[in-house]
């Protein structure tokens, strides 16, 4: 892979960053704008993560006849456009649009530059955990200039964004294959006792990543802190994440990724707790746990290899999982802050931790039965 190519899909995952990073706030601004209540903000997220379902079926689909360079630019084009739309609109049923277009344009970058990074020749995995860490950092700076321009540089943000996207899209020009077809045995999922419990912890955990990060901005507006705070939190959080995942990546040479995966899982329940018990400082104690989560995922996808070797259509199932998984969960949460409940956030988040650490313990026992059967 040319240092052009990898600079570009850099910068693509430097813009996927800076998207999440600014969820939160784009929630609030339109929340604002729209006196839409916090649950009715919520539901942009649940139209985000149906369009990132449609995009990452969408790359699936067009990948197979078009230059894979080309798709990935439609969509980055797709998702900075959208997040200009969010970021400018006052009108609550646009913004809904808005987000399930940003969606899809999130979903077709999420998995092709996936394929980029593993299928290009002379690729690395030193490379791979860089572009990785990238994303983390576009989230640390998105909502970090959230917290010092307020949200009236959203829109300026999404300009910049734009002219990044353009740049890059016209810096992929040696990437021209498409994807092959797999056969029917590739795309044959098994073990069930295994992957099921696979997608579900995977689910779980997404739910949990996104809900930490893109409500804290809310946490901290109905606290009486303000936006900039709750920008802050998820900026610090996006910092330990991508912090989590630097000192995971060494360790994970040493240790398994099951163990890993139960270490990362363990050690968030610390903060959660403290949260539970200091309600003050709840969105400074839950953006900690980004510094134990963030080398949750990788781990993930190597422990799904080890034991789908020969199904490597796999790996997308854990990407639809991960997306319905935060669907499904994630408007729950805003439910529960529509309320006025912010004490009970942590509690939510930890709910959704253990039911992940149990869906996981299954996929690794019935991991275990399975080997001892070969």
């Known amino acids: 892979m040319s240092t052009r190519n990898f600079s570009a899909i850099s ?16 929630m609030v601004n339109i929340s604002q704008k729209t006196d839409a209540s916090v649950a009715s903000t919520g539901l942009l997220m649940s139209f985000f993560n149906v369009g990132a379902l449609v995009g990452i079926a969408l790359f699936n689909a067009v990948s197979r006849r078009f230059f894979v360079n080309r798709v990935i630019s439609v969509g980055s084009t797709v998702m900075v456009a959208s997040l200009l739309a969010l970021t400018s609109v006052g009108s609550y049923s646009i913004s809904l649009v808005a987000a399930l277009l940003l969606g899809i344009g999130f979903g077709i970058l999420d998995l092709g530059l996936v394929q980029l990074m593993t299928r290009t020749h002379e690729t690395s995995i030193v490379r791979i955990n860089i572009s990785n860490a990238i994303f983390g950092l576009g989230g640390v700076s998105g909502a970090l200039m959230i917290h010092f321009f307020d949200v009236q540089f ?8 734009l002219l990044i996207a353009i740049a890059s899209a016209i810096s992929l020009s040696d990437n021209k294959w498409v994807i092959t077809h797999t056969s029917q045995k590739q795309t044959t999922l098994k073990p069930h006792g295994v992957l099921i419990p696979i997608f579900i912890a995977i689910a779980l955990y997404v739910a949990l990543e996104i809900s930490a990060a893109s409500w804290l901005p809310t946490i901290s507006t109905l606290s009486g802190n303000g936006i900039k705070d709750g920008a802050l939190a998820t900026s610090l959080f996006y910092l330990f994440f991508t912090t989590g995942r630097f000192i995971g990546a060494p360790i994970a040479r040493r240790v398994r990724a099951k163990k890993m995966i139960f270490g990362s899982l363990l050690l968030s329940i610390i903060p959660l707790v403290a949260a539970l018990a200091q309600p003050d400082k709840t969105f400074w104690l839950v953006a900690i746990t980004g510094l134990t989560l963030g080398p949750l995922y990788a781990n993930t996808t190597g422990f799904l ?23 499904l969960l994630f408007p729950l949460v805003g439910l529960i802050l529509d309320r006025d409940s912010t004490e009970l956030f942590p509690l939510a988040l930890l709910a959704l931790l253990l039911l992940s650490l149990t869906s996981y313990s299954i996929a690794s026992i019935n991991s275990k039965r399975a080997s001892e059967n070969v």
């Open 154 to 161: 959203l829109a300026t943000i999404a300009w910049i964004s």
């Open 305 to 327: 290899a080890s034991v789908t070797t020969a199904t490597p259509g796999a790996t997308a199932y854990l990407l639809y999982s991960a997306m319905a998984g935060s669907l």
């Open 11 to 26: 910068a693509l995952y430097y813009l996927m960053g800076v998207t999440a990073g600014l969820l939160g706030s784009v």
